[in-house]
C-alpha cells in the first residue's frame, strides 16, 4: 500500500517536473524570441531616424544635409514685402505731395 | 575678436543704456511734437519747437550714434556676428537707416526752430506741424528694432550656414 502510494507520487512527481520543465523551456522559447522581434524593431526605429531625423547626423563625412542651406525664413520675406510696401508707399506720397520730408512748411 | 564675459556684459549694458535712452528720448521729442500741433498759445508752440530742437540736437543725435556704434561692437565681438543671422543684420539694417533719416532730418527740424523763434504771436497761435510723423516712424522702427533684438527669431544668413558648417568641421 505504501509502496503504491510512493510509487504514485514519485511518478506524480516526475509528471510535474516535467510540465514545469517544459513550461520554462517554452517561455524562455517564448522570450528569447519576442526579444530577437523587439531587438529587430528596434534596429529599425534606429535606421530609419539616422537616415531621415536628425539633419545633423552626418557632420562627420561632410556630406548631405549640412551642406544644404535650408533658404530665406518666412518672418524675413514677409518684413522685406511690408518694408517694401511702406517704401513705395512713401515714395508715392512724397511725389504727390501728401507727404513733405521737411515738417511744418504750412507755418509761418 | 571675440569678447571675454566680463567685458561682454558691460558693452551690452552701455549698448542697452544707449538703445533704452535713444527710445525714451524719442517719446520725449513726440511729446512736444503734439504739444506743438494741439497748442493754441503761440508762447507754447515756441517753446516746444525751441525744446525739439534742443532735445533732437543734444540727446537723440548722440544717443543714435552711441548706440549705431555700441551696437557694432556687440554684433562683431559676440559669437552672434553682424552678418550670420538675419535677426542681426536687420537690426543693423534699421538702426542705420533711420540714423541716416535723423541726421538729414534734424537740420529741418532747427530751421523750423529758428523760423519760430523770429515768428509773431500771431502767426504761431494757429497751432503748426509738430515732426509726428517723423518721430512716430522712428519710434515704430526703434520698437519692431527692441522686438527683433529680444525674440531674437531664428534664421541664418547664407555666409553665416557656411561660417557654421566650416567650424563644425574644423571641430
Known sequence: ?108 | MIMRPGLRKFALAVHLTFSVGWIGSVVAYLALGVSAVTSQGAEMVRTAWVGMELIGWSVIVPLALASNLTGLVMALGTPWGLFRHYWVLITFVLTVAITVVLLEHIPDVSSLAEMVRRADDADLAGGLGGDLFHAGGGLLVLLVITVLNVYKPRGMTRYGWRKQYEQRKMS
Not at chain 1, 505504501?2 to 516535467?18: A, E, Q
Not at chain 1, 513550461?23 to 537616415?51: C, H, N, P
Open chain 1, 1 to 108: 500500500m505504501t509502496k503504491r502510494v510512493i510509487n504514485r507520487k514519485m511518478i506524480m512527481h516526475g509528471y510535474g517536473i516535467t510540465v514545469l520543465t517544459a513550461y520554462l523551456v517554452g517561455f524562455t522559447k517564448r522570450f528569447i524570441s519576442i526579444r530577437l522581434i523587439l531587438d529587430e524593431l528596434l534596429l529599425q526605429i534606429a535606421t530609419k531616424m539616422t537616415d531621415t531625423g536628425n539633419p545633423n547626423s552626418n557632420t562627420a563625412t561632410g556630406t548631405g544635409p549640412d551642406l544644404e542651406y535650408p533658404g530665406i525664413p518666412r518672418w524675413v520675406k514677409v518684413s522685406g514685402i511690408i518694408v517694401i510696401v511702406v517704401v513705395v508707399v512713401l515714395l508715392v506720397a512724397t511725389a504727390l505731395g501728401f507727404h513733405n520730408p521737411s515738417p511744418g512748411v504750412h507755418g509761418p
